[in-house]
Structure formats: C-alpha cells, structure tokens
Nanobody, 122 residues
Framework: QVQLVESGGGSVQAGDSLRLSCEASGRTFSDIVLGWFRQPPGKEREFLALVSWSGVSTDYAESVKGRFTISRDNAKNTVYLQMNSLKPEDTAVYYC???????????????WGQGTQVTVSS
C-alpha cells in the first residue's frame, strides 16, 4: 500500500554530513509513523530513528543520538535523516520504514524502502 524510495546516499569522509530522503506514495501517509534503520556489513539491521505522523514525537538509537536528526514533511510525503559528524562505523545500507501503528526497534514494520548505501572513509 505504501511505496518508499530512499535517496541521498553516497561515499563521504569521516566528519562529513549527508541528508537522506525517503519519498512515500500510497494512502494514509500523513498518519503513519516513519523511521530509519541501517544494516552495516556483516551485521543485522538496526533501528536508528522514528518520527510520529505529527512530527512531535521522535526517538533515536543511542549510537546516533546527537548526530542524526529525523524530520518529515507531510506535504511532500517525505521523511529525512540528517546525518552529521559521520564515522566509518556509520557505513551501512540505510533503509526507510513506515508503519500504521508504531515502529518497533526489532524491525517489525509494515513497509520498507529498497535501501541506499552510505560509505564513510577515514
């Protein structure tokens, strides 16, 4: 029902910044919870951040708190992840996610994007 397409990934150096975007299409976009996960090489997919439909409620993983900021623009059907002070350990495939109730850290969500690669070199 919801299609998610990420963009904005790329290869950067440590300390640089990137902003990821995820454009969504489908019904009832404005009242779904949106979030970001990532999967580093050889590791399981991990929760990064979520934002409620209103944009008021946000939550972050401890590993990115203070460096990453999630936001959404419902008029554009888009959720963003601003990533600052990137580190080599941030290298991963980053996935956009959406859920009609709530996003759980275990990754049990309704919809996934295809992923976008972020590579951070030292």
């Amino acid at each position: 029902q919801v299609q998610l397409v990420e963009s904005g990934g790329g290869s950067v150096q440590a300390g640089d910044s990137l902003r990821l975007s995820c454009e969504a299409s489908g019904r009832t976009f404005s009242d779904i919870v949106l979030g970001w996960f990532r999967q580093p090489p050889g590791k399981e997919r991990e929760f990064l951040a979520l934002v409620s439909w209103s944009g008021v409620s946000t939550d972050y993983a401890e590993s990115v708190k203070g460096r990453f900021t999630i936001s959404r623009d419902n008029a554009k059907n888009t959720v963003y992840l601003q990533m600052n002070s990137l580190k080599p350990e941030d290298t991963a495939v980053y996935y956009c996610a959406a859920d009609r109730t709530w996003i759980l850290p275990n990754g049990d969500v309704d919809y996934w994007g295809q992923g976008t690669q972020v590579t951070v070199s030292s």
